[in-house]
């Protein structure tokens, strides 16, 4: 797949089957319209395009800057990629972008920068200034220059609208399992692993203290959780504790992993972690040594799950 940081920045020759929206989660939902859209690549001998946007546009013209999504920009990108996507634009939200006329979006960006062959976009679509257009416009504009507007059913929109809801409010009550399954894969965290208190190690439970560097990111609600990662092109698997180390007095949340039968220094290397299960509530311990048998029966639990897991 080929990433671009703007419409300007692509280039093809070939002509593409379009579609817009921020995609936050690549979920279930998402993934039907993604697939609608290489599949009519593949058989139009077009490439598949995906426009989106960053910031969210929600941060520039609402001043949202409390949001929180279930992608980082690399997650979303690594996953359309996955999908089968051609060409993934990400490009930058600001005011002037949102102040092109509906006309000037169509024929500027849609026409001569994609070379539109065919839009798949929702029903309840709307764009250029003000947002005022809607599919019935982009419509005549597809008559006007030689593309088609395939519509997304009502269906399939309210699957992703309920998607989207029920996954945030799952990770924020620590419902993992569920959100996994309306995101059709694990749950990512992604970050760069940073020096910690190394306390950890002290107990014989060394961690892998993970920087999120996106404020935007959704992090699931404290906890203890079953996770994995792919390290030197192994799946590696561990225990993740989300929250702000009580028994030690931390004040600070961190996000610690504690990988199995694994020790390598993994100080400044960026990790993908994919979250499994949630174990428990993050606890305080009334001493160290107590905090370490609860890690040790925290072990024992994941070792059990996943024997069962690969039985």
């Known amino acids: 797949m080929k990433i671009f940081n703007s419409i300007a920045s692509y280039k093809s020759?070939?002509?593409?089957?379009?579609?817009?929206?921020?995609?936050?989660?690549?979920?279930?939902?998402?993934?039907?319209?993604?697939?609608?859209?290489?599949?009519?690549?593949?058989?139009?001998?077009?490439?598949?395009?995906?426009?989106?946007?960053f910031p969210h546009p929600r941060m520039v013209l609402q001043g949202d800057s409390d949001i929180k999504l279930l992608n980082t920009i690399d997650e979303k990108a690594l996953l359309l990629e996955k999908a089968g996507v051609d060409n993934l634009i990400i490009h930058p939200f600001d005011q002037a972008?949102?102040?092109?006329?509906?006309?000037?979006?169509?024929?500027?960006?849609?026409?001569?920068?994609?070379?539109?062959?065919?839009?798949?976009?929702?029903?309840?679509?709307?764009?250029?200034?003000?947002?005022?257009?809607?599919?019935?416009?982009?419509?005549?504009?597809?008559?006007?220059?030689?593309?088609?507007?395939?519509?997304?059913s009502v269906q399939e929109i309210n699957e992703v609208a309920v998607s989207s809801t029920k996954i945030r409010t799952a990770?924020?009550?620590?419902?993992?399992?569920?959100?996994?399954t309306y995101l059709g894969y694990e749950y990512l965290l992604s970050?760069?692993?940073?020096?910690?208190?190394?306390?950890?190690?002290?107990?014989?439970?060394?961690?892998a203290n993970i920087q999120i560097q996106e404020s935007y990111k959704l992090i699931p609600k404290q906890g203890v959780y079953i996770v994995k990662s792919s390290i030197n092109d192994n799946v590696v698997y561990g225990m993740m504790n989300i929250g702000f180390n009580p028994t030690v007095n931390g004040t600070k949340l961190s996000v610690e992993v504690h990988f199995l039968d694994f020790d390598s220094d993994l100080y400044d290397k960026t990790l993908v972690i994919s979250v499994l299960e949630r174990i428990r509530e993050e606890q305080k311990f009334e001493s160290i040594d107590d905090l370490k048998k609860q890690l040790k029966r925290d072990k024992e639990y994941v070792i059990s799950f996943l024997k069962n897991q690969f039985i």
């Open 13 to 53: 020759a070939k002509k593409a089957i379009v579609t817009i929206g921020t995609f936050d989660g690549v979920h279930i939902g998402h993934q039907k319209i993604i697939e609608k859209l290489t599949q009519k690549a593949k058989n139009l001998d077009c490439e598949s395009l995906v426009l989106t946007f």
């Open 97 to 152: 972008f949102s102040r092109l006329t509906a006309e000037e979006f169509v024929s500027k960006v849609l026409v001569d920068a994609f070379h539109v062959k065919k839009i798949i976009i929702g029903h309840d679509h709307r764009f250029g200034r003000n947002r005022t257009a809607t599919i019935n416009d982009l419509e005549l504009f597809g008559k006007q220059f030689d593309f088609e507007v395939e519509q997304i």
């Open 191 to 207: 970050g760069i692993v940073i020096r910690g208190k190394q306390l950890g190690r002290t107990i014989g439970f060394p961690t």
């Open 171 to 180: 990770l924020e009550s620590g419902n993992v399992v569920l959100a996994n």
